[in-house]
């Protein structure tokens, strides 16, 4: 779109409208990028119609959590920041969350900007969450300049110590308090360190579920302690799942 010009209006019409709250024939106008009317729109409106007429129209979706170009067992994942989005546009996903790579030596705000320089050949929008990896209370500032820099979701393991992934449940704490303090929210990998044997065989016997419901309690109890909201991810157990509506009803902001 050129200095001084108009921006495009794209009208969607006649077809049915689905949103949160209800579903409902309508035509939707956009301009540029954001949609200015929902409701009956004179043709005379827009600069392009298209036809939507026994079509469903649903807003671009969100996928919160996916992991491109993932460096990870000396390989990489299959889709990076080209094919990824490519993808997820053409199943109506206009933006997603990926994470940053963490490492001890490598500070939070570095990490963000690593992956938003990979990023760049996305065709969707993009944020991330940042992961927490060898991070310690006495860098509680990186997770305000993280913040500045446009991102207040940050991404913990309680489990994979081998590794170097786990964040101890003091600075857990510690970091939720931060986070808290920012206005963000946490996301908790959660399984038992002790509890989980990458080793262990088929993957009831290595990760059974009891790792994840202790996980999952020791975290609510946190949330509630701190007041940070904190996104449980991927509950895979019905025990897990347990423990976690438990620990909302007993006041911990916990989502997942």
């Given at each position: 779109m050129g200095l001084g010009s108009k921006p495009q209006r794209i009208l969607i019409a006649g077809g049915t409208v689905v949103t949160a709250r209800r579903t409902v024939r309508a035509d939707v106008l956009v301009r540029g990028e954001r949609?200015?009317?929902?409701?009956?729109?004179?043709?005379?409106?827009?600069?392009?119609?298209?036809?939507?007429?026994?079509l469903l129209v649903f807003p671009g979706f969100i996928d919160a959590h996916v992991h491109f170009s993932l460096p990870v067992a000396g390989t990489r994942s299959a889709d990076d920041f080209h094919t990824g989005p490519r993808a997820a546009a053409h199943g109506g996903i206009t933006c997603f969350l990926d994470f940053t790579v963490g490492h001890p030596d490598l500070s939070l705000p570095e990490a963000l900007e690593r992956r938003l320089e990979e990023a760049k050949p996305s065709c969707i929008d993009y944020s991330f969450r940042t992961e927490m990896i060898g991070w310690t209370p006495e860098r509680a500032g990186e997770i305000v300049e993280v913040a500045e820099l446009g991102v207040r979701s940050f991404k913990f393991y309680t489990a994979y110590s081998e590794s170097g992934r786990r964040t101890p449940l003091g600075h857990l704490r510690a970091a939720m308090e931060a986070i808290r303090g920012i206005g963000g929210v946490a996301m908790v990998h959660c399984e038992a360190d002790e509890l989980v044997d990458p080793s262990g065989g088929p993957f009831p016997a290595a990760r059974p579920a009891i790792a994840e419901e202790v996980a999952i309690a020791e975290v609510g109890i946190l949330a509630r302690e701190t007041g940070c909201p904190t996104y449980i991810a991927h509950i895979s157990s019905t025990r897990g799942l347990a423990a976690y509506l438990e620990a909302r009803r007993g006041g911990a902001p916990l989502m997942g």
């Open positions: 949609i200015a009317r929902v409701g009956r729109v004179p043709r005379a409106e827009a600069g392009e119609v298209v036809d939507a007429r026994g």
